[in-house]
């Protein structure tokens, strides 16, 4: 089975702080993805990397940053956090081969204050 | 308008049948998806469907494309409580980064 984890399942920061948020995938997938979720807004793609050190921005990167110095480890910068940002973020991934399934973490609800 | 559409709503009793819609504008897709999420979840994978179908059935589940209208469903036959969760639709539209797009998700609620 594949296994995408995330660091919390629930975190709380002070505005302006850095906050990271990490996610690990066990099946040597090539594609990794971050999302928030917001309530009557779905899934909004923040950014997506479909390589070590590659990434391209989803449809809201700002005020988000992200890093991939490893296949399996994909993680996600606020570097300033800000009030708007308190929602749900979900990890993903995918083989990047055939189909492009994605497979997601349990996700992080992140409280920003 | 959106990309996906789907209704953010859908109340149904126990037993009965649920049909989750879902409408599209690109058809360019090779897979279309249906997840399904639980309260405090992530996302499961329910099922897909390849482009070149246009029925797919697995155990209670049946999908339909129709890929004339851009039009794909899910049916739950036997609706039972434990299938109250968020349903969402999802296409590839041909990406070949592996994106994927999804629509807003339907809240199912199925009562006693």
């Known amino acids: 089975d594949v296994k995408v984890t995330q660091s919390s399942r629930y975190l709380v920061k002070r505005t302006g702080e850095k906050v990271f948020l990490e996610c690990v995938q066990d099946?040597?997938?090539?594609?990794m993805f971050w999302y928030r979720q917001d309530p009557g807004l779905g899934l909004r793609l923040i950014y997506f990397s479909y390589d070590v050190k590659m990434k391209e921005k989803g449809d809201i990167p700002e005020g988000y940053s992200v890093s991939r110095e490893k296949k399996e480890r994909f993680s996600l910068i606020l570097e300033s956090a800000s009030t708007n940002q308190t929602s749900m973020y979900l990890c993903?991934?995918?083989?990047?081969?055939?189909?492009?399934?994605?497979?997601f973490g349990p996700g992080t609800r992140l409280l920003v204050l | 308008g959106e990309d996906v559409e789907q209704s953010l709503f859908l109340s149904v009793r126990e037993g009965d049948s649920s049909v989750i819609n879902c409408t599209y504008t690109?058809?360019?897709?090779?897979?279309l998806y249906w997840y399904k999420q639980e309260p405090g979840a992530g996302l499961q994978l329910l099922t897909y469907?390849?482009?070149?179908?246009d029925m797919k059935q697995d155990q209670r589940l049946t999908v339909l494309l129709n890929k004339k209208d851009k039009h794909l469903s899910l049916r739950i036959a036997d609706t039972q409580t434990g299938d109250s969760a968020i349903y969402f639709c999802?296409?590839?539209?041909?990406?070949?980064?592996?994106?994927?797009?999804f629509g807003r998700g339907t809240q199912l609620t199925v009562w006693p």
């Open positions: 993903a991934s995918s083989s990047g081969q055939g189909g492009q399934t994605q497979y």
């Open positions: 469907i390849f482009s070149n179908m």
């Open positions: 099946m040597d997938h090539e594609n």
């Open positions: 690109d058809s360019s897709s090779t897979y």
């Open positions: 999802a296409l590839d539209r041909g990406s070949t980064l592996g994106r994927l797009y």
